[in-house]
């Protein structure tokens, strides 16, 4: 991951390595992959797709700001950057799997340290909550390590994708598995519960209608360090629980035992009754 390569640098050192990177790519990876033209326009096609990073791909769009043409971008580069690993692309996910193919698909810069670096936000603007870049970097930071703890999932395999309807309701990442079960995870740029949850449990909550019993749970997280239920399967969680999550409480420590008893391994609830937890 790029993270382990600029993670111990200062900021002028992560800049150059971040320019270097590009650099390499433009001049060495894409050119090696690419028999086409516009090979001048990929740092502009690059830095558009930063700054569309979790947003829906209107290939139109792209080609009108970057002039190279449609079929170009959907046959040659967009795949190509997507095989080198600089974007991530999350097809739209539908109950129907016709209504999937023809729907636009979200697309990432697959690093966003690196999606940072070619927007010109660094950490202090990063921390401002009025700066735009700052949801959608984010939401890229928390599929970049969504993606990387899924490709370590062999069973069952994980799919990626985006929940959107006509009416509005949205889902950043929808997580399904190869036996139809759906975990979904709403990013929100809020420290507080109330505003990181008023929106996004709408989506979610159309996500559990759609999905049924295949929805197994759904997430949002934010920026704050409470955790607190939201409903049927649905919780608010810190972002940092991705990479580390709450321990378990611990044990109560066993009641001293008198001398002269003895100790089993037994359970202590009596015989024939069940253990209940407390309301």
């Avoid at 382990?4 to 200062?10: E, I, N, Q, R, Y």
């Avoid at 190869?178 to 159309?206: H, M, N, T, Y």
């Amino acid at each position: 991951m790029i993270l382990d390569k600029v993670a111990d640098l200062d900021a002028p050192a992560r800049r150059r390595w971040f320019g270097s990177y590009l650099r390499t790519i433009v001049g060495r990876d894409v050119p090696e992959m690419a028999r086409g033209r516009h090979l001048g326009e990929l740092p502009r096609l690059i830095r558009v797709l930063a700054a569309r990073t979790g947003q829906e791909l209107v290939v139109e769009n792209v080609a009108r700001e970057t002039g190279i043409e449609r079929r170009l971008l959907s046959r040659s580069y967009l795949p190509l950057l997507e095989t080198i690993y600089l974007t991530v692309s999350l097809p739209a996910w539908s109950r129907n799997f016709t209504s999937r193919a023809i729907k636009h698909p979200k697309s990432y810069i697959a690093d966003s340290g690196f999606a940072a670096h070619l927007l010109g936000v660094d950490e202090w603007a990063l921390a401002s909550p009025t700066n735009a870049a700052r949801g959608p970097l984010i939401e890229t930071f928390a599929l970049d390590e969504l993606v990387r703890q899924a490709s370590r999932l062999l069973h069952p395999e994980v799919t990626l994708y985006h929940y959107r309807t006509r009416d509005g309701a949205e889902v950043d990442i929808v997580a399904e598995a190869a036996d139809g079960r759906i975990v979904a995870f709403e990013v929100k740029a809020a420290r507080s519960v109330s505003r990181a949850a008023s929106r996004a449990l709408i989506g979610l909550r159309d996500l559990v209608d759609r999905a049924g019993g295949r929805f197994v749970a759904g997430v949002v997280l934010y920026l704050g360090d409470q955790a607190l239920p939201a409903g049927d399967r649905l919780t608010v969680l810190p972002l940092s629980h991705l990479w580390s999550p709450p321990s378990p409480p611990l044990a109560p420590p066993a009641p001293a035992t008198p001398a002269g008893s003895t100790v089993t391994s037994r359970s202590a609830t009596p015989s024939g009754s069940q253990g209940t937890v407390a309301p």
